[in-house]
């Protein structure tokens, strides 16, 4: 899928790892369109007086990103050397987000409420400068989309916020078969310069929460900093009210992490950039021409069906063929002999169902019937990593937690999961959803268990008669809490 | 399409303009996969270490290129500033092409002569310290696609250089209706490095030359500055063969120069984004909801035969519509009134002939004929557009040129159309191919009339009894002398 490159922190994406994010663009992309958002590009660099009216406006915003201070290169007696002569006047920062620049743009483009809402999205690379970076997960560099809107007034934004939720938790489910639950990050967790900001958060097999997807609703912050405003249709002068939400290459390692076992990776169908892979078992033989030609055939009839299919014919052992796919994750895996050929028939393996006990298992078929139910169990196998994921998280969000020590007792000392703990998953309990110092402390003892709270789903039960876990006050929310990545 | 940001030589690309990008990615990426290529994503930031290599290896190599030197700022009494404890110890550079980030990957993969070819492709930002920039044509941030393969021999990768060179002639000619010339480059406008390199060159309205793509066969230079070795059938560690070969958004500049007219764009409808856009005459009555009905009807069936078309219900005047959408050069432009609605007609404008004489010529159709020969109607526009830059550029090379002076006369002095100068054209020309000093020679001759030799076309004519234009020697060689951007 992906290795690490000689530059720090930044991934190579192999092409394996790219077909998939390709998958992901198409899906999503047409998804946004459909939304009404159209996409533009904008610069990779901005200039640092925009980050710093941003910095002035904003709190808590991140200060690691990389800088670009020169453009020239020379030579200096055979070493190549910055050359002090190109020194930009002001710096450039590559961007970690195009909040500032976007909204620079958007000064310029909105006059008028007949301009609104501007709905506006770009998919590009984006560099932020982490200390301990892991593949897919946290990378220096990472590709993502960024959704910029401007609305008239504070229902629309945030009715654009949660509908852009909604359109990640779908996605995330049906195109990943990743089981997410979308809700409100605690005050303590927002974009810096959000008045909201929700996500989705998926349980990754370990037990841990990833962040999958976040959309924010910025209130006038933005539009205020960057006076982004229209004239209303009375004529007066008003600040728009801004949204901004992503998802980015994270999400191939949160699929890596939902759906792999002890063989490697399992691509849920939708996503995979080859969805039947046929390795014909070539004997360096004058049978192979026939075979060949089985598979070629095979592949045409299934290809007819829109079905993504490859006939590997690397010069490679078959059985390293096989094992490759299955370690890539290719959802069907067929393997052609003669005697298939000869039958008519086709052999293949499952990869979510590969093994019975430590058995490889797979199936024989007349090849019309393969054909004919290639949709069929294409879609039983995405359907099956989804049910797969979706009873594990169920099985594993506790709710008898009641008081902190329960909490403390629950999950051990802070030794995580990947420190060999147990597999531990979430706790879903009753907050009295404390604001400043209050929630800062919140936070810390939480930190302390390594744990934190994901969000506040937005299906909430039913809080009668709870208290907070951590005053003992009424409770008025219901949030999960677990360790993360 | 496009706005200068306020970011030096970094532009803001547009909805309409990004559509424009995003049909090109779509329509020659489906080029490049069929020709068995696999899309890769590499390092935005390249080791300084890494340019230095290739520049002990490389002579003529560019040093105009992004440095980042930190990775973070701070704030030092309410200013934001770089944090001169976060310098990198070694810069990284922003790429400004990926041959060598891609060869190091190329030198891990490739082990023996089973994992050739290696083909490769990457969509991606680079950056390129420009002097003087100009939208789409010539920018500091561009988007392009990088093609980076290795081969066992030089003709593999040879004919790996001319394969792709004929992929962006049939994509320019058939995708963007713009005819082009395919050729080889003269030694002195080959890429730093490469060994051959080839592009194709479109003759835009004011005659100048674009180089709208090209295509380097890079001998072993590369692979001996990187050490791509492989092991051969016969178990010799030899030195890969590499290509590389890229477009970029400069095309979408080379689409705008070849087929705008006094009223703005003209977009071939394969590339529009819309390809049919309606805009109904709305009056802000009750009858609206029936014109609206109708019009959506309409897209309907239109879509169905998988037309990108648009019902535009901005609410702007329609005159006001209609004029956008032919600045911007939708390829048919529908009005429907009350009088269309009731008779079941469609009034439509073509883009590429919209008026005769200074008048505005529209068509009106039933409704029926209409939705039934939308395909063909796009397809006449299609090839209308080729057709007529097909006639311009074979109109506008001079063949009877014999002598230098007789360049210098035609071309006249070294004032271009831009500067007020007559449209000239190209000339084509019969030399003797000089190398070394006598080619540098005929490089200054030229430039100092601000001409270039562009390339010497893959279909020679005859050169019997032809001499070199340069200087009077037999000729070997037919190239193309031209202004350029």
Known sequence: ????????????????????????????????????????????????????????????????????????LKNDGGKLVLDPEAKLEEPLIVRPTS?????????RWVKSYRDLPLLINQWANVVRWEMRTRLFLRTAEFLWQEGHTAHA???DAMSETLKMLEVYREFAENVLAMPVIAGEKPANERFPGADNTYSIEAMMQDGKALQA?????????????????????????????????????????????????????????????????????????????????YCAELQ????????????????????????????????????????????????????????????????????????????????????ALFSEAKARLDANIVTNIATFEDLERYFGSAAGEDEGGEFKGWAGVAWSKPEGEALEKVGERLKALKLSIRNAPMDQPSLAGRTCLFTGAPAREYVLIGRSY
């Not at 059985?319 to 890539?328: D, G, I, L, P, Q």
């Open 99 to 107: 909040e500032t620049i976007i909204g620079d743009a958007f000064q």
């Open 213 to 293: 997807g976040t959309s924010h609703y910025l209130g006038t912050h933005f539009a205020e900093a960057q006076n982004i405003q229209f004239q209303n249709a009375e004529g007066k002068l008003t600040f728009c009210h801004t949204t901004s939400w992503g998802v980015s290459t994270r999400l191939i390692g949160g699929v890596i992490m939902s759906h792999g076992d002890d063989d490697g990776l399992r691509m849920p169908p939708t996503i995979a950039p080859r969805q039947i892979v046929i390795v014909p078992m070539l004997r360096d033989k004058p049978e192979d021409a026939e075979l060949k030609s």
């Open 1 to 72: 899928m992906a290795e690490q490159s000689p530059v720090r922190g930044c991934m190579v994406i192999k092409p394996w790892g790219w077909g998939v994010w390709e998958r992901i663009q198409q899906e999503l992309d047409t998804r946004i369109k459909d939304t009404g958002h159209e996409n533009c590009y904008f610069p990779l660099f901005i200039p640092m007086s925009f980050i710093a009216k941003e910095a002035e406006h904003v709190e808590g915003f991140a200060k690691e990103m990389a800088v670009v201070t020169h453009h020239r």
């Open 153 to 155: 007034d504070r229902d």
């Open 300 to 383: 045409a009839e299934l290809k007819a069906q829109g079905i993504r299919v490859l006939v590997d014919l690397k010069p490679v052992k078959s059985a390293e063929k096989r094992w490759n796919w299955v370690r890539r994750g290719a959802p069907v895996i067929v393997e052609i002999g003669g005697r298939d050929a000869a039958g008519n028939n086709v052999t293949f393996m499952r990869r979510d169902r590969l093994r019975d006990g430590d058995k490889v298992v797979s199936h024989t078929q007349s090849r019309a019937d393969f054909v004919t139910n290639a949709r069929t169990l294409l879609d039983s196998i995405q359907s």
